[in-house]
Structures are given as structure tokens and as C-alpha cells.
């Protein structure tokens, strides 16, 4: 720890490497590309920043800094594409929001271990219903968002929001799955609608890092710079390569990531 300066409002790491600044703004590029266009990223980020001398905590606290870059930019990404489902973003964003105030402050003083073991779990259910759930036609998409839809996905999205505020890590996978077999979206519209919903609960969750003193700005702010420029290329890319890319994505990033969980102390 002293290498680290305290303040109001997080910590404060000068990087004395040159190469620190390099190997953020990479590894952030790479984590900004796979979030937006599935998600798990924080998974390879998370182990980079305790690498460089960030408390586990206070790197869970830095990485939200970067995502909530990422996601206004990717948000941004797919508006210019013509994609968006305002107002169901909206209202799923503002439940999600809630739960994450509620998932960020157990995150300040709780360990994620056991909770690592069950998203592994949850990512391997997530493989099965890809494999086994039949394929909608894109013709027969009648998107379910209004009505007792709408109120099935803001419960959900409220306790994905607890996850979400707690460590987020692997919670793209999952929204991207419900949103497409509960709300009847197709990939690209529910991988818009994911990045509006996290920027939105991520905004929150880290404004209670910053009450606790769980941010390092300096390291943060350089991540967000690769986050950023990935996720923007990736807002694009995934539109203009439609589902069957962003189904690949997942099956490949939700295999990894399970496997990491179960077997690999995030820590």
C-alpha cells in the first residue's frame, strides 16, 4: 500500500512504467470489445488490475470507471446504427440502478468466491439454452416489451442490478440471453439494450466506490481510454455482423468464463 496516496474519493497510482500505460489501454481495448459485444470482460481485466498493485476492492471499484465510459460510448456506437429501444432501456436502466446501489455496497467489504462458483453454474445453464433452446426466426420476432413483459424484465433486471452493483462480471451474457428468449429481441437490439442498462446501474454502483474510497482515478481513467475505443468498434462490427456473430461470441466468451470461475480464484 505505499505506493498508493489516499484521498477523498479513491487512490491515487502514478504509474512509474511506461508499460503500465500500454498494458491498460490493450488489455482495456480487448475487455471493452468482448463487454459490448458479450460480456466477461471484467473477468480478464479484474486479475490485470490487482497485478499492478490495486487492492481487490479497490480494483473492483477502478474497472467501473472504464465500463461506464465503455458503455456511454458503445451506447452511443449503436444509436449512430439506428439501434436503440428507448424508453425499454430506460426503464429496465432505472431498476437495474436501484439493485446495483444495493450490490455495490456489499461489494465494499464482501469477497466474491462463493458467488463465483454460482455464475459459473449459471454461465454453463446459459451454454444449454443456446444449445437446446430453438431457434426464433428473425422473421417471427414480435418484440415483448410493453404489458406484463415489461414488468417480468424490470423485476429481473432489478436483482441482476444486485449482481451488477456487487462485481458485474459475466452479467452480459446473461441479459443478452433473457432479453432475447423472454423479450423476443434480436441479438443486436438486446446487445443495445445490455450496454444502455449497465451504463445506467454502473453510473450508480460506482458513485458508492467513490463514497468509500474504492477508485483509483489515475489507473481508471487511462483503462477507460482502451475500454472506450473497443467498445465503440464493437457497437458497430456486431450490428453490421448481425446475431449469428454475437451468438458465437457468447458460446466462446460463456465457456471461458465458466471454467474461469469454477476453477480460478478471481482474485
Do not use: C
Amino acid at each position: 500500500m505505499d505506493r498508493y496516496y489516499s484521498f477523498q474519493g479513491g487512490y491515487f497510482y502514478p504509474m512509474e512504467e511506461w508499460y503500465h500505460y500500454v498494458l491498460l489501454i490493450t488489455v482495456g481495448f480487448i475487455v471493452g470489445f468482448i463487454n459490448t459485444v458479450a460480456g466477461g470482460g471484467s473477468l480478464l481485466i479484474l486479475p490485470v488490475l490487482i497485478f499492478l498493485g490495486l487492492p481487490p476492492s479497490v480494483a473492483n471499484g477502478t474497472n467501473r470507471v472504464a465500463i461506464v465510459i465503455q458503455t456511454a460510448i458503445a451506447t452511443a456506437g449503436f444509436k449512430s446504427k439506428k439501434v436503440s429501444t428507448y424508453p425499454f432501456s430506460l426503464y429496465l436502466g432505472i431498476s437495474a440502478l436501484i439493485g446495483s446501489i444495493i450490490g455495490a455496497n456489499i461489494a465494499v467489504d464482501i469477497k466474491g468466491e462463493t458467488f463465483n462458483k454460482i455464475l459459473a453454474i449459471i454461465m454453463f445453464l446459459v451454454i444449454l439454452i443456446i444449445i437446446f433452446k430453438p431457434k426464433i426466426r428473425s422473421e417471427d420476432f414480435l418484440e415483448r416489451t410493453k404489458g406484463k413483459y415489461l414488468w417480468i424484465n424490470v423485476v429481473a433486471f432489478f436483482f441482476f442490478g444486485i449482481y451488477g452493483g456487487f462485481i458485474n462480471a459475466g452479467l452480459g451474457f446473461v441479459m443478452i440471453i433473457f432479453l432475447h428468449y423472454v423479450s423476443q429481441m434480436t441479438l443486436v437490439r438486446a446487445n443495445a439494450t445490455k450496454v444502455a442498462v449497465v451504463f445506467l446501474y454502473t453510473a450508480s454502483a460506482l458513485v458508492v466506490f467513490i463514497l468509500n474510497d474504492k477508485v483509483n482515478w489515475a489507473v481508471g481513467l487511462v483503462l477507460a481510454i482502451g475500454n472506450g475505443s473497443g467498445a465503440w468498434l464493437a457497437s458497430r462490427v456486431s450490428v453490421k455482423k448481425g446475431d449469428g456473430f454475437i451468438m458465437t461470441f457468447i458460446v466462446i466468451m460463456v465457456i471461458i468464463m465458466a471454467i474461469k470461475l469454477w476453477f480460478f480464484d478471481l482474485n
